[in-house]
């Protein structure tokens, strides 16, 4: 070697900084595993609503109304299968305790519970 320093070709020179050589600028970016970014935005905007509100007791009235129909209807459901097994009942009204007959009352019974809600 005649003493002369090899020059790297430019394509091998990392010239380019550590990143953890320099410190942050700016904001301050947090990545997280969401579902939907719109709602995950929306809530963290919008201030979280207070659970006394004149709006949140209208909806716990509302969801509260829903409750009592749908335990009421089960309810109801289970009383009228308990009512047409007993043998008053069917004689009373001149049913067998199988049939088109006994559809036919459970059918009025549906109908008549998804024209009151």
């Avoid at 009942?89 to 049913?95: E, V």
Wanted: aromatic share 10%; glycine share 8%.
């Amino acid at each position: 070697m005649d003493g002369k320093k090899e020059e790297v070709p430019p394509a091998y020179v990392n010239d380019t900084p550590d990143i953890h050589d320099e410190k942050p600028t700016g904001a301050i970016v947090q990545e997280e595993a969401v579902h939907s970014v719109a709602l995950t935005e929306a809530l963290a905007a919008s201030p979280k609503p207070s659970i006394w509100s004149k709006s949140m007791l209208q909806l716990y009235a509302i969801m509260a109304i829903g409750y009592l129909v749908s335990s009421l209807n089960g309810y109801d459901s289970s009383l009228m299968g308990a009512i047409n097994a007993m043998k008053s009942y069917q004689n009373t009204f001149g049913l067998s305790g199988e049939g088109s007959s006994t559809g036919i009352i459970f059918i009025i019974y549906n109908c008549e519970c998804y024209y009151t809600l």
